[in-house]
């Protein structure tokens, strides 16, 4: 194939292979997907024209791809390029480099299953943000990583085992189990970098971290051993939050208590029928060695089997006379009986947190019988060598109340029950279904690990009003303290087998009885003088720690913690830190906590948070409303059988499927359509994302993409005019000194959108710019200029369309610059087209990553304040014509000679003048 005298050769590669651009300097790369060759449906190839810098090829470019309508052709190449050339890596050195690190550690995912739209939140401001800082010469690392997720990836394993090969994990050894988790993990978590490196994200692949890998493992176990030492971990019976379906303790945070109004049926795990809440049952006690009885109510009736007191107000008169005997006096105002002063109260220290820290202070018994073990309720009256699950329990209790207390004769109650007395509604809290499991939580009382927290929170704190700290938004500022201010012990066991197991023995000498349970390396300090810890039995704590023990020791632990590296020496603490802000306890609290602790400095110095993502409903995104949405299935589109075919392959069940099967046909009939990786970021980043939740709508993705195609577009008629582009130049018309002037005032107000981390105000700025003043007014001014064919001798219009081509390509190619953090690929291919007519090709670098971000020095020269004010004069007119146009149907199928109607404008002065700047069809 020859063009312009030259050859060129055609390459066809298959599709999503490595594709390695030759260097700039040489040849210029052009990926075109002619559709009138190439059958998109059935098979992908791409022809690739290597191309000389002197050979003219902008029309050839386009011919086959006027219009932005498949963005993966484009979006497909950039990737692998920008990784084989190592940009991503902070040592690549920049040629406008500075002595200045930012570094940040992406959100680990789970490995759970795949990304959804709040995680695309999460990569397109931080990417965003990293690639900002790299144009601006910052030595920029940004972590990629995945979460182990200790109960909610065991939980999806059992599922899939259970749907699967119907097997249970107790049918496994635990080795046997780990193994299929660990198959698990792998293919999760490469579904999980793939969809990052679509979505674009500029991370360091070779410093990916697994919170599960040899190394963060080591960092773990040198965490749980220091705070040991120290005695910020102890070992103690305390009440715990008890998940029976996940027969695990799990923490305090993650347990979410809901108001029912009264009688309530809830599905429980474990059980075929919904269970009734939201009854208060009355019983009495009778009163030993007195007459009479005292009545108490519960909405738990199974849990009087743990009763050891009772308590009553102390200005009750009813029970003065009985104080000395049974009952307790209880006289905190501030107690949760306060309520309740006209009734007596009973108090089961082993199933209620308030009781327990009661008991604690008045030296009662913790314990009366053991009310929950594991999963069932052993309840030795019922005469059955079987445990009884917790609320079949509850109805048996009640059952047995009715008959009168002659059932519990035999028994060795505290003290023995007699009639049942009523049955009400009640209104009461109930510790409702556990995000992870579906099940109602038990308070139960069990030996665990635990970390003391409130002097760690404390210097949290500090760190905060000290401006050590600077949390954005500030008003979480308030949330912060509030929290830590009333923070408990931290329960960091978990009876799991997928995890970090805890690093700690119960050792058991020779000859002796005695056992204590320390981490190993203090065992052998202590016991290895005088006998060989191999001759002894030595049993390894069976559970887990916490994933968010592991979770929060990221943002150093990456970086090799407790080895001092040079990544730690160079990168932590971190420049900042950006999540979502339901992640405000459960993860970064406690990061600040165990870094500030284990590391004796802040893990980061700024905190961002985003809102959360939900439907265009406003609804929270949940598998089982059918609204949570794959990021891949937005920028590749897809099918309504296809989202359907992915309910039908999840773990819900078939009532959930179908509901979610029906949201899904109402809110997409016809699918979602191809959008783009580009579109979806920048409509992410269009949303406040530091105010509200974000509802988002495919809808308004979709109108990022029509964004993309006028760049496209806008890029394409640059090129056919740029040919006789020179040296720089000054602009001279009106037109010209307005149009830069205002992409000098849009620059200010996006670099001010990045310095406060509002990229709203980024993307407003720049798609304004380009839509409204580049595309409606500057084009349309110009479009008549480099139009006109001029000769050697009409001097004055061929610098008028020298000048207006050199305008057009400094706004084209400094509003991709400005465009590159938010839109990596699209800017990338247009800038790579645009390069050969650099009227500065020297200084051009090899990606427009690498380009520096506009700054205001350098367009200080082009900006006119004189001519500010007159530009919104020209927008207006362009905007008044275009109306016109419209109301009297002045189309390009219907000329003006046509039309039998006058549009008369009437104006004077300057705005006379700003009328004669534009196309001769606007001002008609």
């Known amino acids: 194939m020859v063009v312009n005298g030259e050859q060129i050769f055609l390459l066809w590669r298959p599709y999503n292979t490595l594709y390695v651009p030759p260097h700039h300097e040489w040849f210029k790369i052009i990926c075109l997907w002619p559709k009138a060759i190439v059958n998109k449906q059935h098979c992908r190839y791409q022809v690739i024209y290597s191309l000389p810098f002197h050979v003219t090829f902008c029309e050839m470019a386009f011919t086959d791809n006027e219009h932005f309508d498949y963005p993966e052709y484009v979006e497909s190449c950039w990737y692998p390029w920008w990784e084989k050339q190592g940009f991503f890596r902070p040592e690549k050195h920049l040629p406008q480099a500075v002595d200045r690190i930012f570094s940040l550690c992406i959100p680990p995912p ?64 635990r080795e046997e189990f780990l193994q299929e988790v660990w198959r698990w993990k792998q293919e999760k978590g490469d579904e999980i970098y793939h969809q990052l490196k679509k979505l674009g994200a500029s991370l360091d692949w070779s410093r990916a971290c697994f919170t599960m890998d040899p190394g963060f493992s080591k960092a773990v176990t040198e965490a749980f051993v220091r705070m040991c030492d120290s005695g910020l971990i102890y070992r103690s019976e305390s009440l715990v939050n008890w998940s029976c379906a996940l027969e695990s303790a799990i923490s305090d945070i993650e347990v979410d208590s809901k108001q029912l109004p009264g009688r309530t049926l809830l599905s429980v795990p474990g059980y075929e029928q919904k269970v009734e809440f939201g009854t208060m049952i009355t019983f009495a006690y009778p009163i030993e060695g007195h007459e009479g009885e005292v009545a108490v109510s519960t909405t738990r009736p199974e849990t009087m089997l743990g009763d050891v007191a009772i308590a009553v107000h102390p200005d009750d008169t009813r029970y003065q006379v009985h104080i000395s005997v049974l009952l307790i006096l209880w006289s905190n105002s501030s107690s949760k009986f306060d309520s309740l002063h006209n009734r007596a109260v009973k108090l089961t220290p082993a199933h209620d947190h308030t009781d327990f820290l009661l008991s604690q202070r008045h030296s009662l018994p913790k314990v009366h019988r053991p009310i929950f073990p594991l999963i069932s309720l052993s309840i030795s ?220 400095q ?151 959108g990045f310095e406060s981390y509002e990229l709203h105000t980024v993307t407003s700025a720049l798609h304004s710019f380009w839509l409204h003043s580049l595309c409606d007014v500057y084009l349309e001014c110009i479009k008549p200029v480099l139009k006109q064919q001029v000769t050697e001798s009409e001097g004055e219009r061929k610098v008028e369309k020298r000048v207006a081509a050199a305008v057009l390509y400094h706004c084209v190619s400094t509003s991709l610059r400005l465009l590159s953090p938010l839109m990596p690929f699209l800017t990338e291919e247009l800038w790579q087209r645009l390069q050969p007519y650099s009227p500065r090709p020297s200084t051009a670098s090899s990606s427009v990553c690498m380009q520096s971000y506009p700054t205001t020095s350098e367009l200080a020269h082009w900006h006119f304040p004189q001519d500010e004010a007159d530009f919104p004069l020209v927008q207006e007119v362009v905007r008044v014509a275009r109306s016109l146009r419209a109301q009297y149907h002045l189309t390009k199928e219907k000329p003006d000679s046509e039309c039998h109607d006058c549009v008369c404008l009437t104006c004077s002065g300057i705005f006379f003048s700003l009328l004669l700047c534009l196309p001769e069809k606007c001002a008609h």
């Open 602 to 752: 802040l893990p980061f110095k700024q905190v961002l948070f985003h809102s959360l993502v939900r439907d265009k409903h406003g609804r929270k995104m949940s598998k089982s409303l059918g609204n949570v949405i794959d990021p891949l299935d937005v920028i590749s589109g897809v099918s309504l059988e296809r989202l359907q075919e992915k309910v039908m392959e999840g773990n819900l069940d078939p009532r959930e499927k179908a509901v979610a099967m029906e949201a899904q046909r109402k809110d997409f009939p016809n699918g979602i359509p191809e959008c783009g990786t580009d579109a979806l970021r920048f409509a992410l980043c269009s949303y406040k994302a530091q105010g509200e939740d974000i509802s988002l709508s495919v809808s308004q993705v979709l109108s990022c993409r029509h964004f993309c195609n006028k760049m496209w577009q806008t890029v394409r008629f640059t090129l056919g005019a740029l040919l006789d582009v020179g040296s720089p130049v000054t602009p001279v018309g009106l037109h010209d000194r307005c149009i830069v002037t205002y992409l000098c005032i849009d620059f200010k107000e996006a670099l001010q």
């Open 110 to 173: 789970n490995v759970t299953g795949t990304l959804h739209l709040g995680h695309a939140l999460t990569v397109a401001i931080e990417d965003a943000l990293a690639r900002w800082r790299r144009m601006q010469g910052y030595k920029v690392l940004w972590v990629p990583g995945c979460d182990h997720a200790g109960i909610a990836t065991q939980s999806v394993v059992e599922r899939r085992l259970l749907r699967e090969q119907d097997k249970r994990r107790q049918d496994y050894s």
């Open 381 to 600: 009256f019922f005469l059955s060598p079987q445990g009884v699950k917790r609320f079949q329990a509850r109805e048996r209790v009640i059952s047995i109340n009715k008959g009168g207390h002659s059932h519990f004769a035999s028994l060795n109650c505290y003290n023995p029950l007699i009639t049942l007395a009523n049955s009400n509604s009640h209104s009461t809290f109930c510790p409702v279904p556990h995000s992870r499991s579906g099940d109602v939580i038990e308070p139960l009382l069990k030996k665990q690990w635990f970390v003391r927290c409130e002097k760690m929170a404390q210097k949290a704190i500090q760190a905060v009003d000290e401006g050590e700290l600077e949390i954005i938004p500030h008003f979480y500022t308030k949330t912060w303290k509030n929290w830590l201010s009333n923070i408990s012990d931290w329960c960091i066991s978990r009876q799991l087998w997928w995890g970090h197991q805890i690093p700690a023995y119960r050792v058991t000498l020779p000859e002796s009885g005695n056992t204590q349970e320390v981490g190993l390396a203090e065992i052998r300090e202590i016991i290895g003088s005088f006998v060989q810890l191999e001759h002894s039995y030595q049993l390894k704590d069976p559970d887990v720690l916490d994933t968010w023990f592991s979770s929060g020791l990221f943002p150093f632990a990456m970086l090799g913690w407790p080895e001092q590296t040079e990544d730690l020496k160079q990168f932590y603490p971190n420049t900042m830190l950006e999540t979502g802000n339901d992640l405000i306890f459960f993860w970064v609290a406690r990061m600040v906590m165990l870094g500030t602790e284990l590391t004796g």
